[in-house]
């Protein structure tokens, strides 16, 4: 179980007068330190990056995760799962990110500059730099990137809105440098992701490099070969003990706890989609994921999944039902305050890999990697979820002989797995089924048409700036339109045109 210890410092001030020579050094406290080490700021900024309740109530869950299917609610305040807009709600990550997460990794970089750091601990920031940018820009598009966060450093204030394409181009480039400047850990309890190992930290930093780089192949299919192909050559993730994810608390203060899972502890409504659920029938995870509302049976035959794009009328209507009779995430298990917060998975790696090996970019067995993928994203929740059944290697064994790799239709069943493997991890969710179309997903998941809706009833491919952002930063804000498009949910990143 990982553990974090939360440290504060509090910094001294320094007063030099020059009347007076030796007063500085009078006034200063030796048991203070002059400013927070870096490794306590660390810390903090992987608990920003897993999120407050805010902003993964907002953009992970009502948008994310119900655009992708993964969960439904007749509650129409969950206007992701109706395709409606509501300012704060998506605008959220960029509105908790920038003050949050990004100023303080650009000042924990301005700081180890400073300091001369150029090894183990500028390679663990840049990294994260790079994580804490990516989901951005793939849920936004071109963003602030370079004048980012240097308010307070060099004064900028109206940073520029970078194109995509250069911030996938430096991000690239920050992995690589980031993993070679690696060394002997120096972290301690402030690793809050590896506790200290190095080398799960340098198959981090390549498996992140193997997922952008696979962003890219729409856009620059060559570019995304040459990435992946460095990425896995380096060494990726190799079991599921290499997972990067934060374990959570229940305190002592608020953002020690799981984002999502202070969600559902205030919010009873989501549902799992009937999509998501569909899929997951004859999958040992399906009662691991969800449970009935109603009475919380995890008998798979008292699992249905809650269609998408209905209200709670709308669905009495047509089906006869309420809410409270379908699944919903298993509060016995997955939904903790204290549960971890997942950023990234070796399922994910073992699918990205089976489909480069589809495309010819490796010579390693793509149906390997896919089967790979499938055993570790079902045997992964009982090390993350100490409440989990374990699934034992029989269990994946039936299942993938029931569901057995078929080369003509690789894509689809690779990506579609991805998508089950990614359920509570909705940025990356939302971002790889728009850049590979799978699973097939239909509007509203089927049903009709909301009355409403502000996407002409196709589903959303982008979530969208704040609005404030043509006040406050207006030329760089105007710029970013023009490039990109307009400030609308169905405007495609550059990755996905």
């Known amino acids: 179980m990982k553990k974090f210890l939360t440290l504060i410092i509090v910094s001294s001030l320094f007063i030099a007068c020059d009347f007076d020579k030796g007063f500085d050094e009078m006034n200063i406290n030796p048991t203070k330190a002059a400013k927070i080490d870096v490794n306590n700021k660390l810390a903090s900024v992987f608990l920003r990056t897993s999120g407050e309740r805010y ?3 907002r953009a992970s869950l009502i948008y994310s995760s119900m655009i992708v299917q993964h969960m439904s609610s007749t509650a129409t305040y969950w206007t992701g799962n109706f395709y409606t807009r509501n300012e704060g709600y998506a605008t959220s990550l960029f509105d908790r990110a920038y003050p949050q997460q990004v100023k303080e990794i650009e000042d924990i970089i301005y700081q180890l500059n400073e300091e001369g750091n150029t090894g183990t601990a500028m390679g663990i920031a840049r990294i994260w730099r790079v994580f804490i940018y990516h989901r951005l820009t793939d849920l936004y598009g071109d963003i602030p990137y370079s004048e980012a966060g240097k308010g307070y450093i060099e004064g900028i204030l109206k ?8 911030i996938y181009m430096d991000m690239l480039a920050e992995l690589e440098g980031g993993v070679a400047q690696l060394g002997a850990s120096t972290l301690g309890v402030s690793d809050l992701i590896y506790q200290g190992d190095v080398d799960k930290w340098r198959r981090f930093g390549n498996s992140m490099m193997l997922r952008l780089a696979m962003r890219l192949t729409k856009a620059d299919a060559a570019t995304a070969q040459a990435w992946a192909t460095k990425a896995i050559s380096a060494g990726t993730m190799g079991s599921n003990a290499d997972i990067a994810y934060v374990q959570h608390t229940l305190g002592p203060e608020g953002i020690n706890k799981n984002g999502h899972g202070e969600v559902f502890s205030a919010d009873g409504n989501p549902r799992l989609s009937k999509t998501f659920v569909d899929f997951l029938q004859g999958d040992p995870r399906l009662p691991i994921l969800g449970a009935r509302r109603s009475d919380g049976s995890t008998n798979p035959a008292d699992l249905i999944g809650l269609p998408n794009g209905l209200t709670s009328g709308a669905l009495e209507a047509k089906y006869g039902t309420t809410s409270d009779q379908y699944a919903e995430p298993n509060r016995g298990v997955i939904t903790s305050e204290d549960a971890p917060m997942v950023f990234q998975t070796y399922a ?15 010579s390693t067995d793509a149906a390997t990697h896919y089967n ?3 055993k570790a ?10 409440n989990a059944a374990a699934i034992s290697d029989a269990q994946v064994a039936d299942y993938l002989a029931a569901h057995p790799f078929d080369a ?12 089950a493997a990614t359920f509570l991890n909705e940025y990356e969710a939302f971002a790889n089924w ?7 997903l239909q509007p509203f998941g089927g049903e009709a048409v909301y009355d409403g809706n502000v996407t002409n009833g196709t589903i959303p491919r982008r979530l969208i700036y704040p609005n404030g952002e043509a006040s406050t930063n207006p030329e760089n804000f105007e710029a970013a339109l023009s490039r990109q498009g307009p400030n609308e949910f169905t405007t495609r990143v550059w990755w996905d045109k």
């Open 55 to 57: 902003e993964n109530w």
């Open 159 to 166: 940073p520029v809105y970078d194109a995509q394409q250069d």
């Open 348 to 362: 994910e790696v073992e699918f990205l890999k089976a489909e480069a090996a589809t495309r010819g970019w490796i």
């Open 372 to 374: 790979n993928g499938v």
């Open 377 to 386: 994203a079902m045997q992964m929740l009982s090390m993350l979820y100490p």
């Open 408 to 419: 003509a239709n690789a894509m689809e069943m690779i990506h579609t797995q991805y998508w």
């Open 434 to 440: 728009r850049r590979t179309g799978y699973p097939t």
